[in-house]
């Protein structure tokens, strides 16, 4: 119970900027001057939202999309995955800094409400699951963090408890090969109940850093295989390949 208060204060207590440590003069811990001179993301893939940097292209798509379709539609970050952004990120999952989760999902709010401004945005968040044994050691789900911002400043409603993982894997960084990747995390999520997505038509797959795309493949068959629904990719930052 403490600790649940000592989160909700940090967010609503905006103290020093998270970036310049000055006063934000702002309802979350970023000042507009330092959130301004966070990295962004150029030209990107439009379906795995990897930034394309000179990357060999068509019609903007990377040439991995190219040569292999993905369950999911797009994917798309507030950030590139790198610095301070990789730092921060850094602190707010294994230090707890629930205020610099706070203000990047704020961020990652605008760029979620800019993006559907004019069309249908999803009917549901679903945060990425942690295994019992990693929620148990964090004592927090990030994911589940984004998706509070998001469902109080983007109006849609997010399902906590119907995807979960059930087996717990070695970290995907680790692995050396898309195969590798792939064989890891196979089985190690569940939809529960599976009907929860019944009549739902449109998702948001909601995480805090995507690398490969592997964790996003293998929940997005997952819910395919239940329910025809266009499925978006969302995060904090994209790190490139």
């Not at 000042?31 to 019609?59: F, H, I, M, N, T």
């Not at 610099?100 to 704020?106: A, D, F, H, P, V």
């Not at 709010?109 to 295994?131: C, D």
Request: glycine share 4%; with cysteine; proline share 3%.
């Amino acid at each position: 119970m403490f600790s649940k208060l000592l989160q909700t204060l940090r967010c609503a207590l905006p103290a020093a900027c998270i970036v310049c440590q000055q006063a934000s003069g702002r309802d979350y811990s970023l000042c507009e001057d330092c959130e301004l001179a966070l990295p962004k993301l150029g030209e990107c893939c439009q379906r795995c939202g990897v930034e394309l940097k000179g990357r060999l292209s068509y019609e903007s798509l990377c040439s991995s999309c190219l040569l292999s379709a993905s369950t999911f539609d797009s994917c798309r970050a507030a950030f590139p995955y790198a610095s301070p952004i990789k730092k921060l990120v850094g602190s707010f999952k294994f230090s707890a800094r629930f205020d610099i989760g706070y203000s990047l999902s704020r961020v990652l709010s605008k760029a979620f409400n800019t993006h559907y401004s004019g069309t249908g945005k999803p009917q549901l968040l679903l945060p990425v699951p942690l295994h019992t044994k990693r929620l148990r050691t964090r004592g927090f789900n990030q994911s589940n963090e984004i998706c509070r911002v998001l469902s109080s400043h983007c109006g849609v409603t997010t399902a906590y408890s119907v995807l979960k993982k059930i087996r717990s894997t070695k970290a995907q960084t680790s692995m050396n090969s898309a195969d590798a990747r792939k064989s890891n995390l196979r089985g190690a999520f569940a939809l529960s109940p599976a009907e929860a997505l019944k009549d739902i038509s449109h998702i948001a797959l909601v995480d805090d850093v995507v690398n490969t795309m592997a964790t996003s493949e293998a929940i997005s068959r997952l819910i395919s295989a239940q329910q025809d629904c266009q499925i978006d990719v969302w995060c904090l930052a994209r790190a490139s390949r």
